[in-house]
């Protein structure tokens, strides 16, 4: 599915489009009111009451404010007279405009004008409509639900522009409420767009949110991108949120994020905060990320060893230090084999186990 950058109307970055015929509609437009498009005397600023071509010079906010003044006369004439201004780029803001005023004021009527559209505009006009739809949830979140029950593919692609639409508007806890109540298995994406919004403005509100989520495969997908955006931006805060949860799936999978991304960012700092841990299965498996993602250029290989040491996991610690020996036998394998040699934890036959690594080929 193709995820969608941003919803706000911002009509200036949107691809422009030649002028296209309406749908069909009863309504017909005003007399004369494609005749005065063109006259530089007919342009005006925001306020006018006739359908005279307005300034190409008015900012997105004052060409939203006059097509909702236009659509609360006729949402048909006002997207004809949209449709009618000659210079292409405002046109195309124009038609956005109207497009989401209409849809603040009747959701279902601007859906089905977006839906006519051809291919190319399809998805910009519906963008423009769910945008303004967010003024009536109610209305807007019945008729998705119809849509997903109808064709789960399409219905799951509208329902993610709404709720990025509510999510780009401050309003989460709508967007989750809605699909809560959408047939499982046809919003996973939305719930992704949703609840990485909503971390980059609000974290603490949207971990909160991850536990009224009713569908279990649906939490562990808002979980999982709860953790990813919060992991690179903040590992530190991650794990000692993680360090703090239940022993479970959740906290594991936290931490392991937490500990990847902060090994990386800061191995000193990760070190610091994994020396707080107490023995056991958390640490070991810290430790031996930490030393899997960082190499001589952040720590000497004695250090590394030092850490290699104090894993309790005889597997980990025995892939630890095949993985450190391989890096010092590069850079000087007769310190490495001097470790080797006088590690007391190693038994006799791991001890020449390792050292035949050494010997030179006959």
Request: a negative charge.
């Amino acid at each position: 599915m193709l995820i969608l950058a941003g919803v706000g109307v911002a009509f200036g970055l949107l691809p422009l489009r030649q002028a296209v015929p309406p749908a069909p509609v009863t309504e017909t437009a005003p007399a004369g009111m494609f005749a005065a498009q063109t006259a530089p005397e007919a342009q005006t600023r925001v306020g006018a009451d006739d359908w005279s071509q307005p300034a190409a010079t008015l900012a997105d906010a004052e060409l939203l404010q006059l097509a909702r003044r236009q659509v609360a006369r006729s949402p048909v004439q006002a997207m004809l007279w949209a449709q009618a201004q000659a210079e292409a780029g405002l046109r195309q803001r124009m038609i956005l405009a109207v497009l989401r005023a209409w849809g603040e004021v009747d959701p279902r009527s601007a859906v089905n004008w977006a839906l006519a559209q051809a291919n190319d505009v399809r998805e910009t006009d519906l963008r423009a409509v769910l945008t303004g739809a967010i003024r009536q949830p109610k209305i807007t979140m019945d008729l998705l639900r119809q849509w997903l029950a109808r064709d789960p593919d399409a219905g799951g692609f509208y329902a993610e522009l709404f709720t990025r639409a509510l999510g780009a508007a401050g309003d989460f806890q709508a967007a989750v409420q809605f699909l809560n109540t959408a047939p499982t298995g046809t919003v996973a994406e939305s719930f992704k767009a949703v609840f990485s919004l909503w971390m980059q403005s609000q974290p603490q509100a949207a971990l909160q949110a991850v536990d009224s989520i009713s569908d279990p495969s649906m939490r562990a997908l808002a979980f999982h991108t709860v953790v990813g955006d919060w992991s690179p931006a903040n590992p530190g805060g991650l794990a000692a949120y993680a360090a703090a949860l239940p022993p479970g799936e959740d906290r594991s999978y936290a931490l392991n994020a937490a500990v990847s991304t902060w090994s990386l960012q800061d191995p000193a700092g990760l070190a610091t905060w994994l020396n707080t841990l107490p023995p056991g299965p958390e640490f070991d498996a810290g430790v031996a990320q930490m030393i899997a993602r960082t190499d001589g250029a952040n720590r000497s290989p004695e250090l590394a060893m030092g850490w290699v040491e104090n894993i309790g996991d005889p597997s980990l610690r025995m892939d630890s230090l095949e993985r450190v020996l391989g890096e010092w036998s590069q850079t000087d394998p007769a310190a490495a084999q001097r470790y080797v040699a006088g590690a007391a934890w190693l038994d006799d036959q791991q001890r020449q186990s390792i050292l035949a690594q050494f010997a030179p080929a006959p």
